[in-house]
């Protein structure tokens, strides 16, 4: 596992960092350069090869660490108030990117003599359990326990290894024995030992680079026995993962000096199996790769499955297949790299597993996209005119297809229908060497865009890029609906993303000119994310009159009508979003067109009722939230009923954020199919809606009642499915064209998770998501507004018709 700090677009959900506030032990801070690299106690037991035992030192850091004065101490696993800690003094220093061997205590087995070490001790440590320190000083510790260790400050570095051990940053690495050390293959001191380190056979290398085979590199190099080809394997899963493997050879395609640093090397003579891949990222970890393009090399390093986000189980990410703590050897330079291959998707995405993993299926690149993107893992690649499909995003990352024929919508994206149709013509193209240039869906990047593929956290596969084909705008703008006529009552819906009193002026002034210029001063519209009043800030404060406030004035100074605002303050925590901003849905309405009734009442713990009212259903509460106890709502928000009046018809309108499709498991992971575990609370929240608007119905089957907002789910989905069943309502995002059906572009599909419903006797309306957000790489939120401009019903089918007609025939008069 990587340290946090060098990861680029790495974003971390509300939920998440909660959790790892709880779970992290307060210990010192990760030691920036100098640290703990591998630990070994059975040396000279039955059944070892190596006679000793040893702690290897590391400098991750890009400047040498002197260890003048330092020292490498042992705590028994099994410590008492009567254990002492073992003291082994050191002198030297260790290089940037180095290592540096501390022998301690023989035994009388084993064959094989570690390289000449750096230091010296005797301390004749545990084979399965124990504690390792490295202390900026000789003086033994006193401390017992983890608390007491993280808080001295000459504790550099503190490694547990065996389950049973109790004084250990986080939980201790595996239980060892006499041929197997713990080892940090990453270089990642996150605080937790069992997370940093894996277990495998011992691979001491001392600050000359020797390991037990000898020198590293050869004065006289050589290639080793493997090749990128063996380490790739024929699966996700290296078959060497965890061995130091020595003069792999290859040529550098490309670096990367930022972010994720490090280099691409290359085979240059393929065994021609299309399962293996013939290219392999060496992980520099922080340091600036010393190799450059055209470099004919040997590396030697240890074999890495990095998988983005942590090894834990409930990660559906795969993994990407490396060489860390890696050594070179230049043998050459100049030389000319291998053609890029061009990249041809098959028909298939990924096999299945029943919902279990498929790291260890054999690849099968002529059938699946995903097997085929795997098997060129590493390898220089190109792919020609490209049709952007994902916007870009903040950290340069711009989706792109490889199928430009492929689902395609009206203004250049790839319209997402399904889960059988996961449009496998997507890829992410990354900066590399190069960073791509800012584009919005449909423009497309002309020519050669080259790179080497690699997988990441978001979008899984990536182009890593090299250089990238000519943008080529595609024009799209903007789009702008009209204006509701003066019969039709139109109500929108926009995800205004976290939105609070304290974010910038100009934010609030464009989302301002979207409700005035692009959705056309909507009579009603429902508001997701709106926060607190001080946004972030954890301080128990619920208002949002002062967000509302803001946001209403920029409306008006745009031009558009004064809004009025109704919503309910939730209790402080308790609806999800980002800690600190309590995220409510909101209702604005413009009064010159509609009036909202006002029933008081309503607070966060307060249900809204239907009760009935001169034989027509009314609200108990208005505004008033429904079902807000239930469990349903747990960490989420609570959807938001309102009574409108207009033209002296009853509109009840709900608003709508359900809880958020995070914690799924990923389109592109390893386990196949995905777990969509996010989507048992979403069906809970849509039973609870959809018996609201049963009991409406029941009291008064003409009611009009719209539903809007952010369902966080496709049109296709069992959520909206469940909303719908029955036929009280309808969801119009499937009365589009398949290819109009989005309004939020993700990993380069668009799909929905915004929506309208209206109940199914309204049969008068048009229907207009507003494209103003969610394709271009310069947006106000990350999703697109819809707006329904709907003629209510009387109640009564015979009276519509009279009524509609009179409406149609006064619009038709001249004014004035």
């Known amino acids: 596992m990587r340290p946090t700090p060098l990861r680029l677009g790495v974003a971390v959900t509300a939920a998440s960092a909660v959790t790892l506030a709880l779970a992290t032990p307060i210990l010192a801070a990760p030691s920036p350069d100098a640290l703990v690299a591998e630990v070994y106690g059975g040396g000279g037991n039955s059944g070892a090869t190596l006679t000793q035992d040893f702690v290897e030192l590391a400098n991750r850091a890009a400047a040498p660490v002197p260890v003048d004065g330092w020292s490498v101490q042992y705590l028994p696993s099994g410590a008492s108030p009567s254990s002492q800690w073992q003291v082994t003094p050191l002198t030297g220093s260790i290089a940037p990117g180095g290592r540096f061997l501390v022998a301690q205590a023989k035994g009388s087995g084993g064959t094989v003599d570690l390289p000449a070490p750096d230091a010296v001790g005797t301390i004749a440590m545990s084979g399965t359990g124990g504690t390792i320190a490295l202390v900026t000083g000789t003086a033994a510790l006193t401390c017992k326990t983890a ?15 065996g389950t049973s051990t109790v004084v250990r940053e986080g939980t201790p690495t595996g239980n060892l024995g006499s041929t197997t050390s713990a080892a940090r293959p990453a270089l ?172 260890a299926l054999p690849l099968d690149p002529a059938t699946y996209a995903l097997d085929y993107f795997e098997s060129r893992e590493g390898m220089y690649v190109q792919a020609n005119d490209l049709r952007v499909v994902g916007p870009t995003n903040n950290f340069n990352e711009t989706f792109v297809t490889l199928k430009p024929d492929q689902n395609p919508t009206a203004r250049g994206g790839t319209i997402y229908l399904g889960y059988d149709q996961p449009n496998n013509g997507r890829i992410k193209v990354k ?34 890029a090299k250089s990238v084909g000519e943008h080529v705008s595609g024009g799209i703008r903007p789009e702008v609906t009209d204006a509701q006529r003066g019969y039709e009552l139109s109500v929108a819906t926009y ?25 056309a001063n ?37 031009g558009g009508p004064r809004y009025r605002w109704r919503q309910i303050n939730p209790v402080n925590g308790a609806d999800g979003g980002a800690p600190g901003g309590n995220i ?101 929240q849509a039973a609870l809606l959809k018996g609201f608007v049963d009991r409406v119905k029941a009291v008064d089957k003409g009611a009009n009642v719209v539903l809007a907002g952010d369902i966080n789910d496709y049109q296709f989905s069992p959520v909206v499915n469940a909303l719908t069943a029955g036929g009280q309502v309808v ?73 509609f007609l009179l409406e149609d025939v006064l619009e038709c008069l001249p004014r004035g």
């Not at 423009?443 to 979008?459: K, Q």
């Not at 592109?668 to 048992?680: K, W």
């Open 731 to 803: 969801a119009l995002m499937n009365t589009l064209p398949a290819a109009e059906r989005y309004s939020y572009v993700f990993e380069g599909n668009s799909q929905t998770l915004d929506h309208i419903l209206i109940s199914s006797n309204i049969t008068r309306y048009r229907y207009d998501v507003v494209h103003v957000n969610a394709e271009f790489a310069d947006q106000a939120s990350d999703h697109d507004p819809q707006v329904v401009k709907l003629r209510p019903s009387t109640g009564n089918a015979n009276v519509d018709k009279v009524v």
């Open 431 to 464: 900066p590399g060497s190069a960073t791509p240039v800012r584009s919005n869906v449909g423009d497309t990047w002309r020519g050669a865009t080259v790179g080497n593929v690699e997988y990441g956290n978001f979008g899984g596969y990536a182009l890593a």
């Open 188 to 359: 990642t001191d996150t605080d937790d030992n069992a997370a940093d380190f894996t277990t495998g056979a011992p691979t001491p290398v001392n600050s000359a680079g020797q390991g037990v085979g000898g020198p590293d590199p050869d004065p006289e190099p050589e290639p080793g026995d493997e090749r990128i080809r063996d380490i790739q394997g024929t699966t996700r899963v290296s078959p060497l993962a965890g061995r130091r493997v020595a003069g792999v050879p290859g040529v550098v395609t490309a670096v990367r000096a930022t972010g994720d640093r490090g280099f691409w090397f290359q085979d240059t003579a393929p065994d021609g199996d299309p399962r293996t891949s013939e290219g392999l990222f060496v992980y520099t970890a922080g340091l600036n790769p010393t190799v450059e393009p055209g470099d004919d090399v040997l590396v030697t390093g240890t074999v890495a499955e990095y998988r983005p986000d942590g090894d834990a189980p409930s990660n559906s990410l795969q993994t990407l297949t490396e060489l860390t703590g890696a050594t070179v050897t230049v043998k050459s330079k100049g030389n000319a790299l291998p053609a890029p291959e061009v990249l041809s998707v098959p028909a298939g995405y990924l096999p299945t597993a029943g919902g279990g993993t498929i790291e």
């Open 584 to 684: 409510r849905v909101a209702f604005l309405f413009n009064p010159d067109r509609v009036s909202f009734v006002d029933r008081p009442g309503g607070d966060a713990t307060t249900p809204v009722e239907v009760v009935k009212q001169h034989g027509r259903a009314a609200l108990s509460v208005s505004p008033g939230r429904i079902a807000p106890a239930d469990q349903a709502w747990e960490s989420s928000r609570k959807p938001l009923a309102g009574e409108f009046k207009f033209r002296g018809r009853t509109v009840f309108v709900v608003a709508n954020h359900f809880n958020s499709k995070g914690g799924d498991q990923a389109m592109h992971g390893r386990y196949q199919e995905p777990t969509r575990g996010s989507e048992v609370q979403r069906l809970q």
């Open 495 to 519: 995800n205004v993303e976290n939105l609070a009193a304290t974010n910038d002026q100009a934010k609030f002034d464009r989302l301002a000119t979207a409700v005035v210029a692009n959705l």
């Open 522 to 558: 909507p009579d009603v519209v429902v508001l997701e994310e709106i926060q607190d009043d001080n946004g972030t800030a954890n301080d128990g404060t619920v208002t949002a009159e002062a967000t509302l406030a803001k946001f209403t004035d920029a409306i008006a100074a745009a």
């Open 147 to 161: 608390a007491d260790c993280g808080a001295d400050t000459r504790v550099r570095d503190l490694v547990g290894y």
